[in-house]
Structures are given as structure tokens and as C-alpha cells.
């Protein structure tokens, strides 16, 4: 049979993933789940309980409560017309608590990289997302959504290796702190005001982090399509995206019928 079309996006940090993942679905009534929030989740777990993340000899404690951890996703998407281009928001929560902002704060998106270089910490997760992938497009789930958006590292190279679409999403590391200010300033958080240089070495630290691990690091598959977001609007990048599905979901089913 058909399975639901999957989309698979990744990149560095403050690329660009999560608001362009969250637009794709809206527009093409898939699914989407945020990886992230759940490495984030990790952590928020870890430091609620003491633990100093980036001291290696805590890992093992770090990967049981990953595996104990029950992580949940909650997406509203708009369905009006008129709405279906404002940004669709999603709720996560950690064993039962809304932790939506609370996994977003300075120390958490310190912390995320050390945790998420863990092996075990990643099978738990990976585990976890297909279970939750799995259940978002099977009937029983009836959500009526016809495919996946995945954002996330290592979606295309491991966690959706057969994606039908894999994008790899890019901006110079200026133009994301700049973006990551701006949505700090949109969203009223009351934490510290940090400067450009100071999120911009952060970001860095983090891609580094991620680029160099040796699990699962952050990589561009092979047959990915590479999106350098820096001179393009968001509205942009998302139609380049929902154009390429369509023109992938028509070749399929060209080809299906011959
Ligand atoms: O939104 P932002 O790019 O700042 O971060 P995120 O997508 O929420 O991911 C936070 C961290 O989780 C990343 O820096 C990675 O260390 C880790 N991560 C990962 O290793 N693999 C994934 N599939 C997703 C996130
Ligand atoms: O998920 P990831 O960390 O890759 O990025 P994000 O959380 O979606 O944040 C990217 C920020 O850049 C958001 O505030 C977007 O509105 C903004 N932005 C973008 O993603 N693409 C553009 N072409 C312009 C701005």
C-alpha cells in the first residue's frame, strides 16, 4: 500500500527547522513532530533532578530517565483559510506537565548538545519518535493527517532514512542569532537580555557540538536538498518546499499508474 509522505528537515541551529516544518504541515494538512523537544525534554529532566549534564559520569543516569521520561507533542494547526498562514503552535509536555517554555530557557538550550551526544539517550528517543510517528499516520490515530513533517539532526540520515523529501536547511550563523534575538524579544520572555555575540558563539558552540558527536551527528544526507535560508523569507522557503512535495507526490503517482 501508500504510506503517508514524509518530510524530513534539518540543520543548525535557528535555521529555520521548526517554523518552517510547523508552515509545511499547515499547508499540506500533514503531521509534524519537533525531535528537538525531546532531547530538550531530556535535559529539563535532568537539571529539575540536580544532575550537572555535562558531567560524563552522570550519563547513565541521564539515559534512564530518558527511557522513564514520558514525552508528549501537541500541535494546533489552523484549519480556516484565512488563519492557515499564521504559525501553527505546539504544546510539549514531560510526564504529564506542560514544559512548552520552560524546555526553550537559556540554561536548557545550554545544556541540550552534551545530552543529546549520549548514545543511550538517543536510542531512548529515537525509540520514542518512531512510536510517536508511527501513531500519527496510522489510522486508529484518526487524525485524518496524510503525512509527516520530521525536524529535527539526524532525520533524513537516521531516523526517516526513506523520506520522500529530506531538506537541509542553512543561514549564516549571524543572520540566525539575529532571527533567535528577535523571537526571544516576540515572545516577551522575561530571562536576561543577551547580546548578538553572546547568541551567536552559543549557536556555534552548539552546531559544533552536534557536527563533531559521534553519534548520529548533524549532517547533510546525501539526497538532501540544501535550502540557504539567509536571503530567503520564510513564506519563500515554504513554498519552495510544499512545490517539491507536490512535484514528488505527482512523479509517484505517475509512475504508479504506468
Ligand atoms: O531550535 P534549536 O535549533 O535551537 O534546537 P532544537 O531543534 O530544539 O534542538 C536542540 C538540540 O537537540 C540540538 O542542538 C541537538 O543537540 C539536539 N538534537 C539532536 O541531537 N537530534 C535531533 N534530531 C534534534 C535535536
Ligand atoms: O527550528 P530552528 O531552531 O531551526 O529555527 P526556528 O525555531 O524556526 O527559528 C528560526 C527563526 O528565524 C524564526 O523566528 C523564524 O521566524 C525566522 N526566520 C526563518 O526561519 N526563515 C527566514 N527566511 C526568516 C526568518
Avoid: W
Amino acid at each position: 500500500g501508500t504510506r503517508p509522505f514524509q518530510v524530513a528537515i534539518d540543520g543548525p541551529a535557528a535555521s529555520g527547522k521548526s517554523t518552517t516544518a510547523k508552515m509545511v504541515a499547515q499547508r499540506l494538512g500533514f503531521d509534524y513532530i519537533d525531535t528537538g523537544a525531546f532531547y530538550r525534554c531530556v535535559t529539563l529532566a535532568a537539571l529539575s533532578k540536580g544532575i550537572d549534564p555535562s558531567n560524563p559520569s552522570q550519563a547513565l543516569q541521564i539515559s534512564n530517565l530518558a527511557e522513564s521520561s514520558h514525552i508528549g507533542l501537541k500541535t494546533i494547526f489552523s484549519t480556516t483559510s484565512a488563519s492557515k498562514s499564521s504559525l501553527p503552535t505546539t504544546k510539549v509536555f514531560l510526564d504529564s506537565k506542560d514544559v512548552s517554555f520552560e524546555i526553550r530557557t537559556g540554561t536548557v538550550s545550554k545544556h541540550v548538545s552534551a545530552v543529546a551526544a549520549i548514545g543511550p539517550v538517543r536510542e531512548a528517543v529515537l525509540q520514542k519518535v518512531r512510536d510517536m510517528g508511527a501513531t500519527s499516520i496510522s489510522q486508529e490515530s484518526n487524525s485524518g493527517r496524510d503525512g509527516l513533517v520530521m525536524d529535527g539532526r539526524d532525520i533524513g540520515t537516521v531516523v526517516l532514512p526513506n523520506a520522500d523529501l529530506k531538506i537541509f536547511l542553512v543561514a549564516d550563523s549571524r543572520v540566525r542569532a539575529e532571527r533567535r534575538l528577535q523571537e526571544l524579544a516576540r515572545s516577551g520572555s522575561k530571562e536576561e537580555v543577551l547580546d548578538i555575540e553572546t547568541v551567536q558563539k552559543d549557536l556555534e558552540r552548539r552546531d559544533e557540538l552536534d557536527r563533531t558527536r559521534e553519534v548520529s551527528p548533524l549532517r547533510k544526507a546525501d539526497d538532501a536538498v540544501e535550502l540557504d535560508t539567509s536571503l530567503l523569507t520564510i513564506e519563500g522557503q515554504v513554498d519552495a518546499i510544499v512545490q517539491e512535495v507536490h512535484r514528488r507526490q505527482q512523479a509517484a503517482s505517475s509512475s504508479s499508474s504506468q
